[in-house]
C-alpha cells in the first residue's frame, strides 16, 4: 500500500510539476510583453501631444503653413493610445491589454481629462485661425500649460509604470528561480525513481536467482529420495534375474526392470530441464566416435522398434568423418529422444535417422542430422507448442503415452547448447521430421597399440563401500559374474582401516555414507597415498546425487569418475573398465 501511495505521489508530481513550469514561464513572457506593449502606448501618448504641441507654437509663430487641424489629429491620436491603456485593444496589429486594476490605473482618467482639454483648446484656436488671434492670446496659453499638465501626467504615469514593472520583474526573478528548483527538484524525483525502481528490479532478480535456486535444491533432494528406492527396486530386479527363473517370472522381472529404468529416465529428464533453464548444464566436447556410435545408437533402439512391429533404419553420408569433437553424451541424448518420440506416434512403418553432409570447410564439417517417422504427423497449431516445456501436441497424447512433456523442450535446447536449432516439418497423416545442423569439427581417434584380453576385467579387485545391503549384494553378484573380486564395507571408517592393509585395484565409493562421507574418505585416501609414496588408485563415485556441484565437489576431492544411481550394468561396467585402462 505505502509503495502505491508513493508512485502515486510521484506520477502526480511528475504530471504538475511540467506544468506549473510551463504556466511560470508562459506567464513570464505574457507580463514582459504586456509591459513592453503598454509603456510603448504611454511613450505614444507623449509622443503626440508632444507633435501637436510643437505643431501649435510653429502655426503661431507663422513658421509652418501646416492647418491646425494637424494638432486634432495628433491628439486624436494620443487620445486612442490613452483608450488603449483604459481599455486595450490592438495597436499596430498587436493586442494592447489595459492597465491592471492598480493605483496606475486611476491617473488614466486624469490624462483623458487633461488631453480632452487640450483639444477644447485646439477646437477654439481652430475657431479663432484668420480671426486676426495673435500669439500669446489667453487660448495659447492655456494651451501650453494644459500641454504640459499632461507631460507632467504622462511621465508621472511612466514612471510608475516602470516601478511597477520593475517589481513584477522581481516576482517574476522569484518565479522563475522557483520554477528551477521545481525542475531541479523533478530531476531529483527521477533520480529517486530510477533508483527505487533498479533496487526493486535488482531484488526481484535476486529474487528470481533464490527461488531457482531453491528449486534446484528441492529437485536435488526429491532426486535423492526418489533415486534410492528406484536403485533398491532396480539393484533387487537385476539380482532376480541372475536366478534360474520361469519364463512367466522372468517376463515380470524385465516388467520391473523397465519400469524403474523408465522412472529413472523421466528423473533424468527432470533434473536436466532444470540444469539447463538454471545455466547450469557445461559440455564436454571430447573426441566421438560418430559413425560407430550412429550404428550402435539405432542398433540398440530397433530392438524396441520390432517389438511393436515397426523398423528403425540409418541412412549414414559416407563422405562424412569416422570422428567428430562434440559433447557425444548429449547428441546420443537429443537423438534417443527423437527416436522415442518416433516410437510413441508410430503405429505402422517405423523411422529413419539420416545423417548427411551439407558443407566441409576448412575447419569444420556441416553436418545435418534428420529423423523421419510414418506416424500421424502435427497439425500447424501443435507444432507451434510441441517444444514448449510440459506440454503436449494433444490432451490424448499424455493420456495415452504418458510422460512429462520435457523431452522434445529439452533435446532443442540442448541443440541450441550444441550449436544448432531443432527443428520440425510435419502434415497430419504425412509423419514429422525433425531436423537439426551442427558444424563440427573432425578428428582422428586414438588407435589402440595393443589388443585388449578378452576380459580385461578378470581377477581385478574392486572394494564396494556402500552402506545399503541390497546394493552391495546387487554390486558384487553383478561384477562377480564379469570376473571380478568385490569385497564390500558399509562404511568409510572401516574402508580406511582395510585400505591400510591391503591394495586393490579399484574403489567404488558411495558419496553419502554415514558418519563419513564418500568426499571425505576419499580426501583422506588420496592424502595417505601420498604420504606412502603409492599410486592412485582409481575411485569411481556411485551417489545418487546428481547436481554439477556434487560431480565437481566429488572429482575435486580425487575422484576420477562421478556415476548417478541407478546404474545401468553396461554402463558401470565401461566406467570401471575405462578407469582401470585409462587411454
Not at 575447419?363 to 510440459?390: M, P
Not at 561384477?479 to 591400510?500: D, H, K
Request: charge should be negative; glycine fraction near 6%.
Amino acid at each position: 500500500m505505502q509503495a502505491k501511495s508513493f508512485y502515486l505521489l510521484l506520477l502526480v508530481t511528475l504530471l504538475a510539476i511540467p506544468s506549473l513550469c510551463w504556466f511560470g514561464f508562459e506567464a513570464t513572457l505574457t507580463a514582459h510583453r504586456r509591459q513592453g506593449l503598454q509603456l510603448h502606448a504611454l511613450h505614444l501618448v507623449l509622443q503626440r501631444a508632444t507633435e501637436a504641441h510643437l505643431w501649435f507654437e510653429e502655426i503661431l509663430s507663422g513658421d509652418s503653413a501646416e492647418d491646425i487641424s494637424q494638432v486634432w489629429v495628433a491628439l486624436e491620436d494620443a487620445q486612442t493610445q490613452i483608450n488603449l491603456l483604459s481599455q486595450g485593444g490592438q495597436s499596430e496589429g498587436n493586442d494592447v491589454p489595459p492597465l491592471a486594476p492598480t493605483q496606475l490605473q486611476t491617473q488614466v482618467p486624469n490624462l483623458q481629462q487633461s488631453l480632452a482639454e487640450l483639444q477644447g483648446l485646439a477646437r477654439q484656436r481652430q475657431a479663432l485661425n484668420g480671426v486676426n488671434a495673435q500669439p500669446g492670446s489667453p487660448v495659447d496659453r492655456q494651451f501650453d500649460a494644459q500641454y504640459r499638465a499632461l507631460s507632467r501626467l504622462v511621465q508621472e504615469l511612466d514612471q510608475g509604470l516602470t516601478r511597477q514593472f520593475a517589481a513584477e520583474r522581481s516576482q517574476l526573478a522569484q518565479l522563475q528561480w522557483l520554477l528551477l528548483g521545481l525542475i531541479l527538484l523533478l530531476a531529483g524525483l527521477v533520480v529517486l525513481l530510477v533508483q527505487r525502481v533498479s533496487r526493486q528490479a535488482q531484488a526481484l532478480v535476486d529474487f528470481n536467482e533464490k527461488a531457482k535456486g531453491r528449486t534446484r535444491r528441492f529437485l536435488a533432494d526429491m532426486a535423492h529420495e526418489i533415486r534410492g528406492p528406484i536403485n533398491i527396486i532396480h539393484g533387487s530386479t537385476q539380482l532376480l534375474l541372475m536366478e534360474d527363473l520361469t519364463p512367466a517370472t522372468l517376463e515380470k522381472a524385465n516388467m520391473i526392470l523397465g519400469a524403474s529404468s523408465h522412472l529413472t529416465d523421466l528423473l533424468n529428464e527432470v533434473l536436466d530441464f532444470s540444469k539447463i533453464e538454471s545455466g547450469k548444464l557445461e559440455l564436454r566436447e571430447a573426441p566421438f566416435a560418430l559413425a560407430e556410435e550412429m550404428k550402435h545408437l539405432v542398433h540398440q533402439c530397433s530392438a524396441t522398434y520390432q517389438l511393436r512391429g515397426l523398423e528403425l533404419k540409418l541412412n549414414w553420408d559416407q563422405r562424412l568423418p569416422q570422428a567428430v569433437r562434440v559433447d557425444g553424451l548429449r547428441l546420443r541424448q537429443v537423438l534417443l529422444n527423437l527416436i522415442s518420440n518416433a516410437w510413441k506416434f508410430t503405429e505402422t512403418g517405423g523411422a529413419t535417422l539420416e545423417v548427411s553432409l551439407v558443407e566441409s570447410r576448412p575447419d569444420a564439417v556441416l553436418i545435418n542430422f534428420s529423423l523421419q517417422d510414418t506416424g500421424k504427423g502435427v497439425s500447424k497449431e501443435a507444432a507451434g507448442r510441441i517444444f514448449d516445456a510440459y506440454a503436449q501436441a494433444e490432451l490424448e497424447t499424455t493420456q495415452k503415452y504418458g510422460g512429462t512433456g520435457l523431452g522434445l523442450d529439452i533435446a532443442r535446447r540442448l541443440t541450441i547448447l550444441l550449436g544448432g536449432d531443432l527443428q520440425l516439418e510435419s502434415e497430419p497423416g504425412q509423419g514429422s521430421r525433425f531436423f537439426f545442423t551442427l558444424a563440427l569439427e573432425p578428428t582422428v581417434l586414438e588407435q589402440q597399440s595393443e589388443a585388449t584380453p578378452e576380459n580385461p576385467l578378470l581377477g581385478k579387485e574392486v572394494l564396494y563401500v556402500e552402506d545399503d545391503p541390497i546394493s552391495r549384494e546387487m554390486v558384487q553378484a553383478m561384477l562377480g559374474r564379469e570376473g571380478l573380486s568385490v569385497t564390500t564395507r558399509p562404511n568409510a571408517e572401516e574402508a580406511l582401516c582395510l585400505l591400510e592393509e591391503r591394495r586393490f585395484h579399484l574403489i567404488l565409493m558411495d558419496i553419502l555414507l554415514p558418519g563419513m562421507d564418500g568426499i571425505e574418505a576419499t580426501r583422506r585416501i588420496r592424502q595417505w597415498e601420498r604420504g606412502q609414496g603409492l599410486d592412485a588408485t582409481p575411485i569411481v563415485a556411485l551417489s545418487v546425487k546428481s547436481l554439477q556441484a556434487d560431480q565437481k565437489a566429488a572429482l575435486a576431492a580425487g575422484m576420477d569418475q562421478f556415476l548417478s544411481k541407478p546404474v545401468p550394468k553396461k554402463q558401470l561396467l565401461f566406467a570401471i573398465n575405462q578407469a582401470l585402462h585409462p587411454a
